[in-house]
Nanobody
Framework: VQLQASGGGLVQAGGSLRLSCAASGRIFRDHAIGWFRQAPGKEREFVAIMGRAGIYTDYADSVKGRFTVSRDNAKSTVYLQMNSLKLEDTAVYYC?????????WGQGTQVTVSS
């Protein structure tokens, strides 16, 4: 199982970024894919998830109304659109999938929000 996250970078507070998570076609088609993040000195936390059918979504309270998760079936990619970014959104963002009760993580992409 391979997940490839990309799209991180440095952005000013109030700005936007879009993260991408590419997965193999079978994994993408058959499983929900989520996003987590880990800030320095903190535990990894849930950010958002999209169900395999692209209908179900869920978000952490801290990002509701600002982040949107979506998927492109043709590209086997899940996106995390992040708007109105805040300093506290600074973290390494990971995409995540559970296959057969085993959790897999992408390599992480750094998001840094500056004032």
């Amino acid at each position: 199982v391979q997940l490839q996250a990309s799209g991180g970078g440095l952005v000013q507070a109030g700005g936007s970024l879009r993260l991408s998570c590419a997965a193999s076609g079978r994994i993408f088609r058959d499983h929900a894919i989520g996003w987590f993040r880990q800030a320095p000195g903190k535990e990894r936390e849930f950010v958002a998830i999209m169900g395999r059918a692209g209908i179900y979504t869920d978000y952490a309270d801290s990002v509701k109304g600002r982040f949107t998760v979506s998927r492109d079936n043709a590209k086997s990619t899940v996106y995390l659109q992040m708007n109105s970014l805040k300093l506290e959104d600074t973290a390494v963002y990971y995409c995540h999938v559970v296959v057969g009760y085993v959790a897999y993580w992408g390599q992480g992409t750094q998001v840094t929000v500056s004032s």
